[in-house]
């Protein structure tokens, strides 16, 4: 069975940081591109950042460039968010997933092209 799962969320104050981690089981993605999305109650899932399989590209939107970095370990299946300078607006659930299609190295930003998820993980940032 393959399974995505995230870990490292919570509460923090504004400012901080937090150090997400996605481990990959049943199958290698290590050919695959992945990335964080994130989903606020009532709201959209929306895209955080992506990584291609190599680490080699990375890409982010306005409101995380600068304070957020994904990486990744290959050999170890794994796949990271570090998060700084948090704001109250990057509270919610955080999700990662893996993107396994013919992309013919593009890496997606829709999280419609991505096939695996995770079950997510909360990340609350409030004095």
């Known amino acids: 069975q393959v399974q995505l799962v995230e870990s490292g969320g919570g509460l923090v104050q504004p400012g901080g940081s937090l150090r997400l981690s996605c481990t990959a089981s049943?199958?290698?993605?290590?050919?695959?591109?992945m990335a964080w999305f994130r989903q606020a109650p009532g709201k959209e899932r929306d895209f955080v950042a992506a990584?291609?399989?190599?680490?080699?590209?990375?890409y982010y939107p306005d409101s995380v460039k600068g304070r957020f970095t994904i990486s990744r370990d290959n050999v170890k299946n794994t796949v990271y968010l570090q998060m700084n300078s948090l704001k109250t607006e990057d509270s919610a659930v955080y999700y990662c997933?893996?993107?396994?299609?013919?992309?013919?190295?593009?890496?997606?930003?829709?999280?419609?092209?991505?096939?695996?998820w995770g079950q997510g993980t909360q990340v609350t940032v409030s004095s």
């Open positions: 997933a893996a993107d396994t299609g013919p992309r013919f190295g593009r890496v997606s930003r829709t999280a419609g092209d991505y096939d695996y």
């Open positions: 049943g199958r290698t993605f290590s050919t695959d591109a």
């Open positions: 990584i291609s399989w190599s680490g080699g590209w990375t």
